[in-house]
């Protein structure tokens, strides 16, 4: 087990020796990357250029329809003549033209699905830039958590050393035969305890790098080391404040509002079975006809001479569709109730993440405080305690309560240190968008 412990604790050291070569990614560098190779985002990408072909479709849906045709047809055998007689006769026959339909009133249906369709198009580029903004708070929080394992890993390195030493010091006096080999025993075992934690310590690190390479859509060859941020902050904006502007600049909520105006826009393209329609038509055609037995003209001559022209209009009132408008204008009002309430809840669950990561703000930044005055305290503690075990006048359990509780508060530093940013920088983030 022990040797087991050592190999461990020499993996451990190897990874972070080939991390220490590795590339050096700031949070910024990591937002940038994520944001462009995040499968959610590239997603929502796709998304908004299905609605841009929406808007295109619905553009086109003014231009005129213009189609042309052209048959020829072969006939043998028996057939009845013109003198009320059957002969045989082979008959051929070719006819072409083209037919332009063109809308000219809809009911106002193109008009107004061309402009649910743009609106619908604004929602979702707001969706894509919704789905950036969580890729960056997750983003933001896997960093930091991949900073805190960093630190709590050299605390327990440090914790590792500090027992080896002890060890290193037992034996010598056991050597001098001050101490009982017991006393080397207990040693001994204190720095593979100590050895298991750096190896946990260091998996969880690993582990936190690889979630936030995960997070960034890395390839599997390439390593990162997150740089340390800058911990400098201002004083908290009230939550207030944060809401109400975050309510302008959150492209969840702006897109929100633009599919409750999209439902509400469905709900006049519904009305549009109501109203009745007008289209324009036109038309060339031509064809000619061989019979064999008579005299018939030519190809050129026929097409010529049989050569016609149309114009019409068609018009076409609704009277009675089976209820089909009444129940698709139901239908829609009740998308535009869904609408609503999702805008409601998406603004209710804005300010409660806006409350929320203030109150752990302010909490974070006591305890920060508060922590980083126990470390200061624990370490002049530890040092003072250290010179009078080394002097006979201290036992080796008071010794270890206060390794222990020095090392208990670092920890404790660090999380809150860790704390404090991430919640000082959601909160900047709803209040600038960056």
Not at 119 to 126: C, D, I, W, Y
Not at 262 to 274: I, M, Y
Not at 351 to 364: E, T
Request: include cysteine; charge should be neutral; aromatic fraction near 8%.
């Amino acid at each position: 087990m022990k040797n087991f412990l050592r190999l461990a604790v020499a993996a451990g050291i190897s990874l972070s020796t080939m991390y220490a070569s590795a590339q050096t990614w700031t949070l910024d560098s990591c937002v940038a990357y994520a944001v462009e190779h995040n499968i959610d985002v590239r997603r929502a990408v796709l998304e908004a250029r299905q609605g841009q072909e929406d808007v295109t479709s619905a553009k086109d849906a003014f231009l005129p329809q213009v189609q042309g045709y052209a048959s020829q047809n072969f006939s043998f055998g028996r057939a009845l003549t013109a003198d009320n007689t059957y002969a045989n006769r082979n008959t051929t026959s070719f006819a072409a033209g083209a037919q332009l339909s063109m809308p000219i009133f809809s009911g106002l249906r193109n008009l107004r699905t061309k402009r649910r369709a743009e609106t619908s198009l604004l929602a979702l580029l707001e969706r894509t830039e919704a789905a950036k903004d969580n890729v960056t708070l997750n983003v933001m929080a896997l960093y930091l958590q991949a900073l805190y394992t960093s630190e709590m890993l050299e605390i327990e390195r440090l914790n590792l050393q500090i027992s080896r030493d002890e060890l290193l010091r037992r034996q010598q006096l056991l050597e001098a035969g001050k101490i009982p080999e017991l006393d080397v025993y207990e040693a001994r075992s204190q720095v593979s305890r100590d050895e298991l934690s750096v190896v946990n310590a260091a998996n969880d690190s690993i582990l936190a790098v690889l979630d936030l390479r995960q997070l960034l859509n890395l390839p599997e060859d390439s390593e990162m080391v997150p740089a340390e941020v800058d911990q400098e902050y201002g004083p908290l904006i009230p939550a207030e404040e944060i809401y109400t502007r975050a309510l302008q600049i959150n492209h969840t909520v702006r897109a929100g509002h633009l599919e409750a105006r999209a439902a509400e826009q469905g709900v006049s393209l519904a009305k549009s079975g109501w109203l009745p329609t007008l289209s324009f038509n036109a038309g060339l055609s031509s064809n000619y006809y061989r019979t064999t037995g008579f005299q018939n003209e030519s190809f050129g001559a026929q097409m010529r001479h049989n050569f016609g022209k149309s114009l019409g209009f068609s018009l076409s009132v609704p009277l009675f569709d089976a209820f089909g408008t009444r129940n698709n204008v139901r239908r829609a009002r009740l998308q535009q109730e869904s609408a609503d309430l999702a805008l409601e809840n998406s603004r209710l669950n804005l300010r409660k993440a806006i409350v929320q990561s203030h109150a752990q703000a302010v909490a974070a930044a006591k305890k920060q405080m508060a922590a980083s005055t126990a470390a200061e305290s624990a370490a002049k503690a530890f040092e003072a305690m250290q010179v009078k075990y080394d002097n006979g006048r201290a036992t080796p359990t008071e010794y270890a309560k206060a390794k222990t509780d020095y090392m208990s508060a670092l920890a404790q530093q660090v999380q809150a240190k860790y704390e404090t940013i991430l919640r000082t920088r959601i909160l900047d983030f709803y209040y600038t968008g960056q």
